[in-house]
Antibody
């Protein structure tokens, strides 16, 4: 069965970086884009960007350009999202989700979410 | 402010029907497909409608979707208490070249 399993919760200090992983199983990893979406406490969903596991190509929301990096390791079917220079308002649950396209057409599988807490 | 506007909350009685609107602020969403997600507290969102009006396997036909121009609508009939959740619409914004979500609508089944 299709699964996206994310790494565990993180606590970081302001200015630090965090790297969240998303391990895919049950399907051909290169066949679907991995999109990243975050949700601050009590807030809505915010699209961050995607990575094409086949080519490694990426697209980021303008807000995150320059301080987010999405990568993948095809040998272990895992995508990564690294966010730098963390601020307190980056405290959120970060989700990975798959889509067959590079535009948001429908995320049929999501990771369980990774809570990143930024606090001094 | 979200590019996609949803009502913050809707409510209806068990067994009734409810609709949730999702309106784009510009025509930049063009002909892109709208998807809808259901989210319970503490869990990841779940896809309930994609390509404007298609239901994934396992989603009951009580859930329906439609799109006209720059607006989309989620319909839920035969409301059950288990439908109480937050519902989000989403699509691709051509101008911003990003995915966009509505602000979410909390459904209360009275």
């Amino acid at each position: 069965q299709v699964q996206l399993v994310q790494s565990g919760a993180e606590v970081k200090k302001p200015g630090a970086s965090v790297k969240v992983s998303c391990k895919a199983s049950g399907y051909t990893f290169s066949g679907y884009y991995i999109h990243w979406v975050r949700q601050a406490p009590g807030q809505g969903l915010e699209w961050m960007g995607w990575i094409n596991p086949k080519s490694g190509g990426t697209r980021y929301a303008q807000k995150f350009q320059g301080w987010v990096t999405m990568t993948r390791d095809t040998s272990i079917s895992t995508a990564y999202m690294e966010l730098n220079n963390l601020k307190s308002d980056d405290t959120a649950v970060y989700y990975c989700a798959r889509d067959p396209y590079d535009i948001l057409t429908g995320y049929d599988y999501w990771g369980q979410g990774t809570l990143v807490t930024v606090s001094s | 402010q979200s590019v996609l506007t949803q009502p913050p909350s809707v409510s209806a009685a068990p067994g009734q029907k409810v609709t949730i609107s999702c309106s784009a602020s510009s025509s930049e969403i063009g002909n892109n497909y709208v998807s809808w997600y259901q989210q319970f507290p503490g869990t990841a969102p779940k896809l309930i409608i994609y390509d404007n009006n298609k239901r994934p396997s396992g989603i009951p036909d009580r859930f329906s979707g439609s799109k006209s121009g720059t607006s989309a609508t989620l319909g839920i009939t035969g409301l059950q208490t288990g439908d109480e959740a937050v519902y989000y619409c989403a699509t691709w914004h051509n101008g911003l070249n990003t995915g966009v979500f509505g602000g979410g609508t909390k459904l209360t089944v009275l």
